[in-house]
């Protein structure tokens, strides 16, 4: 059975960082793309971040370039999300996805598995 763990979410101030990480068990995490989306309070679910099996190719949405860095470490199978320079519209909860997928992709629907998500605040 695939299980992801979201963990690393908190309240942090405007401008600050926080590193969440998304631990893994069962054998998916070899073959998989994985990916980091959030969800805001009355708005829809939205890609944030994915990253290739090798971690050479990642890809991120408009809003969090530059300041968040999707990584992994496949022995430790696990995947992080590095969030610089936070801004209070970060706020939302932050979920950890699994993809079949050969290359990494935003398309919610390509992930088959995903974790229980960690709350981001962001205070001004």
């Known amino acids: 059975q695939v299980q992801l763990v979201e963990s690393g979410g908190g309240l942090v101030q405007a401008g600050g960082s926080l590193r969440l990480s998304c631990a893994t068990s069962g054998r998916t995490f070899s073959w998989s793309v994985m990916g980091w989306f959030r969800q805001a309070p009355g708005k829809e679910r939205e890609f944030v971040a994915s990253i290739d099996l090798s971690g050479r190719t990642t890809s991120y949405s408009g809003p969090v370039k530059d300041r968040f860095i999707i990584s992994r470490h496949n022995t430790q199978n696990t995947v992080y999300l590095q969030m610089n320079s936070l801004k209070p519209e970060d706020t939302a909860v932050y979920y950890c996805?699994?993809?079949?997928?050969?290359?990494?992709?935003?398309?919610?629907?390509?992930?088959?598995?995903w974790g229980q998500g960690t709350q981001v605040t962001v205070s001004s």
């Open positions: 996805a699994a993809s079949r997928a050969v290359f990494t992709t935003p398309n919610e629907s390509a992930y088959g598995y």
